[in-house]
């Protein structure tokens, strides 16, 4: 997550000292109701296995060039009352923070949730609100997994990581190895923070892999950023690399979790990760038999400045990963 790590408030919650030092063992996961149409939630490396809920009969399928797939969940956390900081630079939000110009969403949604575990299915794609530290006001609403938005209100100047709401891709029943994915493979989106001078935020990938060593590391992409330092605090690895032609990615790394971030910010573009996964493979930072447990793509949040904010996707897609089970 980031480096106010959503697993280093977790495990400050317990009364654990250090962040991400082992991969240890998943905890329990909620299985899906049959009738949302979604498999099990039972795969191991999936920490965000939303309590399922009994829904109306669901939407189409998302037009993707894949099949991402039907999602898992997170575990059952009890936040801390005062969410907790982290090594990221503190913001000043200004004392009158203006107005925030929202991307205009549609007059109505075909689903909303103010739940901290809301969860629909989009055929082989998932929403999930991702309220995993925070007992914030936070509603998600989606017509499709690429049509979706979260509004979320979260104090000013906090620094750690609250929320993560987002599409997911899981494999439920078998993980993919890292090695045979097509390392053409893409994911594409376009999307909006509606950032006010107080936000503290960013929008990535939040990868879960499996693997010897590795019963749930995580691995993320970051491509948009608000008012959180250098990568929140991570390391430089000096490791570079080069994907989808764009030779300016930067390995991080922030205790166990490892985070390609690039200097620029983008709204809209494409990642190749597959081939990000298959480098950390090659370069020893994920194990050789390293499995895809979990790909996800959202807004970690921080602060909201105090105020009401729109995180705004509209347009998302995975294209040549593998089906999700």
């Not at 749930?216 to 570079?240: K, L, P, Q, Y």
């Not at 921080?302 to 897609?317: K, L, N, V």
Request: charge should be negative; proline fraction near 9%.
């Amino acid at each position: 997550m980031i480096r106010l790590s959503r697993a280093q408030n977790i495990l400050a919650a317990i009364g654990v000292a250090s962040v991400l030092t082992a991969c240890g063992p998943m905890p329990g996961i909620h299985a899906v109701s049959a009738s949302s149409g979604s498999p099990s939630c039972t795969g191991a490396g999936h920490r965000h296995c939303p309590t399922p809920t009994p829904t109306s009969p669901m939407p189409g399928g998302v037009s993707s060039s894949s099949a991402p797939g039907p999602s898992t969940a997170r575990p059952s956390i009890t936040p801390t009352t005062t969410p907790l900081s982290t090594t990221s630079p503190s913001t000043t939000p200004a004392s009158t923070p203006p107005p925030t110009t929202v991307s205009p969403g549609p007059s109505s949604w075909a689903w909303c949730s103010s739940d901290k575990s809301g969860f629909r299915q989009f055929g082989n794609l998932a929403l999930y609100a991702g309220e995993w530290n925070s007992t914030a006001p936070q509603t998600i609403c989606g017509n499709s997994a690429s049509d979706w938005q979260a509004t979320f209100s979260a104090p000013a100047g906090n620094t750690g990581i609250l929320t993560y709401p987002d599409v997911q891709l899981n494999y439920n029943t078998s993980q993919p190895a890292i090695s045979s994915l097509n390392p053409s493979a893409t994911s594409s989106f376009t999307e909006n923070m509606n950032t006010n001078p107080g936000t503290s935020a960013e929008a990535g990938y939040d990868i879960w892999v499996t693997g010897t060593g590795c019963n749930r590391c995580e691995v993320m992409i970051w491509t948009d950023t608000f008012n959180r330092g250098t990568v929140g605090g991570a390391s430089s690895t000096g490791h570079h690399g080069t994907f989808c032609g764009d030779s300016s990615w930067q390995l991080y790394k922030y205790g166990s979790e490892l985070i390609w971030y690039r200097p620029a910010n983008d709204q809209s573009g494409s990642v190749c990760p597959a081939a990000m996964l298959q480098d950390l493979q090659a370069g020893g930072y994920l194990p050789g038999n390293a499995a895809l447990s979990q790909f996800e793509y959202g807004w970690e949040i921080a602060s909201t400045g105090g105020q009401s904010e729109t995180f705004r996707m509209t347009s998302y897609s995975v294209s040549g990963l593998p089906a999700s089970n």
